[in-house]
């Protein structure tokens, strides 16, 4: 229910499928990352102190987004630095996926409503580079790890 999807040295995504569940608290992310995410399940009651967070300078180099499914079916089709393309995934309603390393593109497979949060400031066209799709006949999806 916690799917990895790598690429030689590139760490493409992390998804936490919406089947996912277990007691406490787990992060899939190493202290490293640049974008942390984590699960928490806590019983009624649980309290968790009041805090606030200190002031401490990150530098971040790249851009890595969490994307929330809130409906609908989105694939994703993931590529290399180079612009060259890998494979994709399919993610569905309640799906979370961490997108790191290397490039990705989006197909909505149904109507979907999805909530993105990522580092910011947005710095506008230079924030990124867009490219051309992978054409639909060589699109590789894959098999889901249950």
């Known amino acids: 229910m916690i799917e990895r999807i790598n690429y030689k040295d590139l760490n493409l995504a992390t998804v936490i499928r919406h ?11 190493d202290d490293e990352s640049p974008m942390q995410i984590g699960y928490m399940n806590r019983d009624e009651n649980y ?4 805090h ?3 002031e401490v300078e990150r530098k971040v180099m790249n851009t890595h987004e969490v994307l929330y499914i809130k409906s609908g079916k989105v694939r994703i089709d993931f590529y290399t630095d180079e612009q060259a393309y890998i494979e994709s995934t399919v993610v ?8 790191a390393d290397g490039g990705h593109g989006f197909k909505m497979l149904e109507p979907s409503e999805i909530i993105e949060v990522k580092q910011g400031p947005y710095v506008g066209e230079l924030d990124k580079i867009r490219f051309d799709a992978v054409e639909e006949n060589y699109v590789q999806i894959r098999e889901e790890k249950i």
């Open 19 to 29: 089947q996912f569940k277990k007691e406490g608290v787990e992060f899939f992310t």
């Open 47 to 50: 309290f968790i102190k009041p």
């Open 52 to 54: 606030v967070h200190n």
């Open 92 to 99: 569905q309603e309640g799906d979370v996926i961490l997108l």
